[in-house]
């Protein structure tokens, strides 16, 4: 014979929790039952007719252990008011039924019947009052606008120490160009990279902000530039001193920051909800010509480091003692030159989305 168990109820403003008394109890349908409910009313001289749907919730259950042993269980409900035919449903240790209603508000009762029935009850543990359950949403809305701001201020420290550390880069080296000329153009490393390494490190935030979701950008272009910035850095400029006085490294610095002193303080502007239509401009723009010429210049870089990595025997890899010899770090600077330009299509094509995008979305706005 099949029993009816015993249902607690709970309500918030969106939602319905059902907690079944049933201990290793196992589901075997949870089904919905569309009921339609006919009103006429009068509106002026006119016959009003709507349709309100209510749905049935029909829980039968396999076999569980209630109040009267292992039997088989089940119940239906006909709610008050229409619910989603959505539910989150455990069975561990109880049946916890979670109901989204179509609409938010409160509640009188539960089923559309007004007399309760007698195998439903209040779930005490969970149980709050109309003004109960408005407090608890005004507080889920002040922890969450706290996180919010919380990460907004993160977020415009950290683009605005990257903005200034860039414009720093930039600036020095244009005003050295103009004092020393093509002298300039040998001492870059010495004078601009510890600012560099600094920026570049802090950079590695950007990919954990891609990956766990602070910030709404994909995170395999995000995680390739800066991946390929740090090793041409630390590994093709930092770690060979017959680079330092190359001129490629004034030309990949100057790219690099030239981009940058545009895109950090855009992003800036954006954790206040201001724009300034010219930034945006140059934010979506000016990468177009800078961000091949500064792949080209690593690619330069590369293809100048490989002689002197042959040469100096760092890095080289390791082979088994069988063959008893190892392999010149330059192989995999050949290989990474591939993947370098594939990057850069990736990249590119990412950018151009994004400022195809961007531009589509203000023209639709303006129209």
Not at 52 to 81: D, R, T
Request: charged share 20%.
């Amino acid at each position: 014979m099949t029993l009816t168990p015993l249902v607690h109820w709970a309500q918030r403003h969106e939602e319905i929790f059902l907690r079944v008394e049933l201990t290793d109890a196992q589901v075997s349908t949870l089904t919905w039952l569309l009921l339609a409910l006919l009103f006429r009313g009068k509106h002026g001289s006119k016959l009003k007719i709507e349709l309100i749907f209510n749905m049935i919730c029909v829980l039968h259950l396999a076999q569980g252990y209630g109040a009267k042993g292992l039997h088989e269980y089940e119940f239906s409900l006909e709610f008050l008011f229409p619910v989603k035919p959505q539910v989150h449903k455990s069975t561990q240790r109880q049946v916890n039924l979670t109901v989204q209603k179509e609409r938010r508000g409160w509640w009188e009762r539960l089923t559309l019947q007004e007399r309760r029935p007698v195998f439903l009850t209040p779930d005490f543990d969970r149980w709050l009052d109309e003004s109960d359950a408005e407090m608890e949403i005004w507080e889920k809305v002040r922890i969450n606008n706290r996180f919010i701001s919380l990460k907004t201020a993160f977020l415009f420290m950290y683009n605005l120490v990257q903005f200034l550390g860039f414009s720093w880069i930039f600036v020095n080296m244009t005003v050295r160009l103009f004092i020393f000329g093509r002298d300039s153009l040998y001492d870059t490393f010495h004078t601009m990279s510890d600012i560099m390494f600094f920026c570049q490190i802090l950079a590695s935030v950007e990919v954990l902000n891609a990956a766990f979701g602070v910030v709404r950008t994909a995170l395999i272009p995000t995680f390739i530039q800066v991946i390929g910035r740090n090793f041409i850095l630390f590994i093709i400029l930092g770690s060979l001193e017959e680079m330092h006085h190359r001129p490629v490294v004034f030309f990949v610095f100057y790219l690099w920051s030239t981009i940058e002193i545009f895109r950090y303080p855009f992003y800036m502007l954006g954790c206040c909800n201001t724009e300034w239509k010219t930034l945006t401009w140059l934010r979506y723009t000016v990468w177009i010509p800078l961000y091949p010429l500064g792949v080209l210049a690593e690619a330069v870089a590369v293809i100048q480091s490989i002689p002197i990595f042959d040469e100096t025997r760092l890095f080289r890899i390791p082979l088994p003692k069988v063959i008893g010899t190892s392999v010149s770090f330059s192989y995999v600077l050949h290989v990474y030159l591939i993947f370098m330009f594939l990057g850069l299509f990736i990249n590119f094509r990412h950018l151009y989305k994004q400022r195809k995008k961007r531009f589509r979305t203000k023209k639709r706005k303006a129209n």
